[in-house]
């Protein structure tokens, strides 16, 4: 992966990545340590609980519940859930400063630094669905930005896992819908690199009927394959 190599070989640029790693890996099981196995309020535990000791029901996303039975039946409590949102959340902090490193060098280590302030580590570790949707949010941002800011094309590979993981996000809240917007935009110009007028109405194009189509899934799979009642 581009972001793991330093810029060269010489000076505080050489430090970055291991620098950058550890911060970014102890802000990880800080975080995990600090809320194990996970903060949860009212909607967490109903959503802990659907399809469990709780009816499957529609005001809540089926994919939080899902990862969340994973989770019980991995380690019996959502810890594993909440180490799959820190580390979305954490690794996109890291791709920023990926991102930023370019442009600043060794200044952009205070990005991840960003992570440990009472804005971002108070809420971290909540399970919320919210903070679910913002840290694949954050992922995806942090990676369509490293390529851009490196001048880098967006691999096929990569277009196809982030599509898939706001697949994944964008039904969780609604207002997902409007904010996906932009930065599926934003991702497809990194793939393809046009900026004229027609290309750039392709972009939204494409990004709304990617938005609809997570909202047609997301219906599918609660209404068809797990038959909640509406």
């Known amino acids: 992966m581009p972001v793991l190599s330093p810029i060269s070989a010489h000076g505080t640029n050489a430090m970055w990545f291991p620098l950058a790693f550890i911060l970014a890996l102890t802000g990880l099981m800080a975080s995990f340590i600090a809320y194990f196995p996970g903060g949860m309020t009212w909607d967490p535990f109903v959503m802990w609980g659907m399809g469990w000791k709780i009816p499957w029901h529609d005001h809540h996303s089926p994919y939080i519940a899902l ?24 690794t996109g902090l890291y791709f920023i400063a990926g991102g930023l490193r370019r442009k600043v060098r060794h200044w952009s280590l205070l990005v991840i630094v960003l992570g440990f302030t009472p804005m971002f580590i108070v809420q971290s570790g909540h399970l919320h669905k919210s903070l679910f949707q913002a840290a694949i949010f954050l992922f ?14 967006l691999g096929l590979v990569w277009v196809i896992v982030l599509i898939l993981l706001l ?61 909640v009642k509406k």
């Open 140 to 153: 995806v941002f942090g990676v369509v930005y490293f390529y851009y800011a490196w001048d880098r094309k």
């Open 167 to 227: 697949f994944l996000a964008i039904p969780v809240r609604r207002f997902g819908y409007i904010c996906s917007l932009p930065l599926i935009t934003y991702m497809l110009y990194c793939r393809y690199r046009l900026s004229s007028p027609n290309s750039i109405f392709l972009y939204i194009t494409f990004s709304v009927l990617i938005v609809i189509s997570s909202i047609q899934i997301n219906k599918y799979v609660k209404y068809e394959v797990l038959e």
């Open 67 to 90: 990862l969340m039975s994973v989770s019980r039946i991995i380690s019996g409590d959502p810890a594993a859930y909440l180490f799959i949102q820190l580390f979305f959340h954490w």
